[in-house]
């Protein structure tokens, strides 16, 4: 297997003494090439720290990185890379073809490539009536897409992308799923950071969870949300004895009006064994539905943040 990315003891530390502050501290992370994989994590985790160092904006304190095979700073790497800041700076007196001109230059581009690949881009980001629209009358979506623009400029073959979905509307957010996939398709590899946890559980395979600096969990998306099974029932004329049963099994439940109920289980296989208790009451079963935890449950249960539960 190919990896992409491959960080060592990656440690960055600002200040020194009581006032120092590590807002990374001995990241190993090692990300498969052609892998869609989220970067998660609470406002102040590390998050875009540890993206800057990769693409070089911020130095190491300690550790080391291989991007694409290449250490960390290599100039014939950076030109296989895209980047999406978190905030991008764009020149918004320049034309929107203008702005991406500019960038493709900056990656070598010829004149010939720039001529088709700049029209395709702008396709590709919903922009191809606006090419010739100064930025500085474009919305902040309209912004973003031009930012995404840039950072897909080059076709990348690993795309860092930093909260991609700030100021997009639901289209904006399903054409950028759309186009981050198609790179995926074509072998690219791409890392995201982002707070829109719904999006990142619609196309990442894997993720990994940062606290504090520190890289608490990193694993499959199925793996994280799996474990915890939640299951809405509906049991008309359930005893009070069957009611205690259910809170033995289960580890938390909610209930509603008229023998409603939401069970959350530690266990999979546990839920036919829910199903036989109600059963087994003479109670009258209506709805049995399971679901998985969702990612932002999942997340919240990972950091500490879900209210004890």
Known sequence: MKVAIEIEGLTKTYGHGPEAVTPVNDLNLGIATGEIFGFLGPNGAGKT??????????????????????????????????????????????????????????????????????????????????????????????????????????????????????????????????????????????????????EVELICSRVGIINHGKLIRVDKLSSITKPVQVVDVWAEGLPETTVAKIKQLAVKVDFGQGGRFTATLDNEDKLGKLAEIVTQSGAVLKEFSPHHLTLEAAFLKEIGEDGGN
């Not at 590709?124 to 973003?144: C, D, K, P, W």
């Not at 992308?161 to 700030?166: I, Q, R, S, V």
């Not at 509307?169 to 799923?177: E, N, S």
């Open 49 to 198: 720290t540890t993206v800057k160092m990769m693409t070089g904006i911020v130095l190491p304190t300690s550790g080391t990185a291989r991007l694409l095979g290449k250490p960390l700073g290599d100039v014939k790497t950076r030109a296989r890379i895209g980047y999406l800041p978190e905030t991008s700076q764009i020149n918004t007196f320049m034309r929107a073809d203008e702005f991406l001109d500019f960038h493709a230059r900056l990656y070598g581009m010829n004149a010939a490539r720039r001529r088709q690949r700049i029209p395709e881009v702008l396709a590709q980001t919903g922009l191809a009536e606006s090419a010739r629209s100064r930025v500085r009358n474009f919305s902040r979506g309209m912004q973003q897409r031009v930012a995404f623009a840039q950072a897909i400029i080059n076709e990348p073959d690993l795309l860092l992308l930093d909260e991609p979905a700030t100021a997009l509307d639901p289209v904006g957010r399903r054409d950028f799923r759309n186009i981050i996939i198609q790179l995926r398709d074509r072998g690219s590899t791409i890392f995201i950071n982002s707070h829109l946890l719904s």
